[in-house]
């Protein structure tokens, strides 16, 4: 059925793109692969973008075609944004809403039952992943997620405008889910983040249909009580301590961190990026030896691709429409030639 009294296709464009949502970003996201410049010409054209964007974005159909009123994402969640001066921009509003949309296409699909976590200990599941033989980094603790059924995916198609988050955790459909935001290549950073979440989840910080937004996670964050203990725990699964804090000489050369690194974990039963890592994570100034260390130890790996290569093995693609399978594979920088049916 045509609906009058809506605005343009040019109109549409230029609303969203005051939300943050530009004309280039829009037509590489929110709309599908076969939309072209000619489909714009056709009378429906503004009806059917606004369909597929208020789909793929989770925006109010309605608001995005009507002319009095502005273009609005549907209410999903409780949404907790952590932040030192509890300031909350509108960019990070809708980086949320855009990673809680994947989240619900993941839930949608995700063939694991849920087992629930709240009370287990950094310790516990570090034994139970030590004694598989392995050590705690990205790999194992992702292979822990799908034990439990915690979906985990890496999502970062976001707007340029946009402040992006470091990881989030979700409520969907009485299901945690974990969406890691850093566009980052290292294993055992993106490792910290997960475990990090994994901590909010089981210190029972995530409320029934509330969503934690870290939009940066700082190991010297002393004013939020949940970050400090999600930071303790995510340490202590890591490295076996929650107040670990490995030795270095006061100035190291990166191959001589990476080096020692590789030593001491062979000592503790740890990964070596992360404790490469832990010589930076207190010191500013370190970083960037830290960080060159961590590429010797880590070379060629891709870390959101790993995450994301994961998770397509536990979902069910042809539970989803093909513009949904199209999105989601867009959205988690998937072939989409070999997923679904």
Known sequence: MA????INISTLYARLNQMGLSKNF??????PEWWTEECETLPDATITAAAYISRRFNLEFQSLITPESQPTFQQFTKTCYKKVDH???PEISIASHLGRRVAELVVKTYTKEYQPIAGITAYQIREEIINLGKVVNLETLLNFCGK???PVFHFARFPKTVKKFYGMVTDCISKPVVVIGLQDLSP???AFI??????HIALNHLKAGETINDEEIKLDDVQNNDECAANEFAIELLLGKSDQVYYFPQSMKAESLALSAREKAKRDHNDPGAIAWNYGWY???RFGVARKAVNLIEKNENAPKMINQQLSQLLDWDCLSEDNQEYLALALKLDGDKVGG
């Open 188 to 190: 055992s950073r993106l």
């Open 26 to 31: 829009v037509r590489e996201n929110g709309l």
């Open 194 to 199: 997960l475990a990090h979440e994994l901590g």
């Open 283 to 285: 010191k500013k100034n």
């Open 3 to 6: 609906v009058t009294n809506s």
């Open 87 to 89: 300031h909350v921009l």
């Open 148 to 150: 439990y059924g915690i």
